[in-house]
């Protein structure tokens, strides 16, 4: 596609519910970062992609956190019996090739979660 | 590890006024520097990298960064500011080999007539 997809745009899930959050890159780019904006907080780092490989999860925050990668492709973040404190937006990036510091990164708009 | 302090959580200036952003990096090796601009329910857009180049980096929209090692500062700047620059405006770094962006928190620039 032109762009960076991310869906759905908005989730509101009750609390104690597992959600899945998608994000489809531009075609062709085989790096994809997964980064969680809470309020009034910075960017922060989840999970890097390179093809269908996960070389990168430190910035998970915990064992109810999970993403996958297929056909070097879609990728879905996966978070299993939500928190509050889950909420935030969740954005997806993806860049060209192993170097994106020079090729660049693509955002998507992201999606909003809001656990009640 | 790698670090971005930006300084103000916002910023507000009249239209015409300079805009200047400030940012602050921590970097063991030299860094690739970006600024990311958002604006309201929308992702992140790129304004400018910095990438061992040259030190003055223009980007769109009028906006200009300048790396100083000595300083270990990117700042951003604007000569004159138009309502629609009023947006969240990050700084982050590349770290590592996986090339991961490292954001500093966030500087929210208001714009008033």
């Known amino acids: 596609g032109a762009g960076v997809s991310q869906s759905p745009s908005n989730k509101v899930t009750e609390k104690g519910k597992d959600v899945e959050l998608r994000c489809d890159p531009i075609?062709?780019?085989?790096?994809l970062y997964w980064y969680r904006q809470s309020l009034g907080q910075g960017l922060e780092f989840l999970i890097y992609?390179?093809?269908?490989?996960?070389?990168?999860k430190s910035g998970l925050p915990s064992d109810r956190f999970s993403a996958e990668r297929t056909g070097g492709s879609v990728s879905t973040l996966t978070i299993q019996r939500t928190q509050q404190e889950d909420s935030a937006v969740y954005l997806c990036?993806?860049?060209?090739?192993?170097?994106?510091?020079?090729?660049?990164?693509?955002f998507g708009s992201g999606t909003r979660l809001t656990v009640v | 590890a790698q670090s971005v302090t930006q300084l103000g959580s916002h910023v507000s200036v009249s239209e015409g006024a300079l805009v200047l952003l400030r940012c602050n990096y921590s970097?063991?090796?030299?860094?690739?520097l970006f600024w990311y601009v958002q604006y309201p329910n929308q992702g992140l857009q790129l304004l400018l990298k910095?990438?061992?180049?040259?030190?003055l980096v223009k980007g769109i929209n009028g906006f200009e960064a300048e790396f100083k090692k000595s300083e270990t500062s990117f700042h951003l700047t604007k000569p004159s500011a138009h309502m629609s620059d009023a947006a969240e405006y990050f700084c982050?770094?590349?770290?590592?080999?996986?090339?991961?962006?490292?954001f500093g928190a966030g500087t929210r620039l208001a714009v008033h007539p």
């Open positions: 990036a993806s860049s060209l090739g192993r170097s994106p510091a020079n090729y660049g990164y693509t």
């Open positions: 992609f390179q093809g269908n490989s996960a070389p990168d």
């Open positions: 075609s062709g780019h085989t790096a």
């Open positions: 982050a770094v590349s770290e590592g080999g996986y090339n991961k962006l490292i």
């Open positions: 910095y990438t061992s180049a040259a030190t």
């Open positions: 970097s063991s090796v030299p860094p690739y």
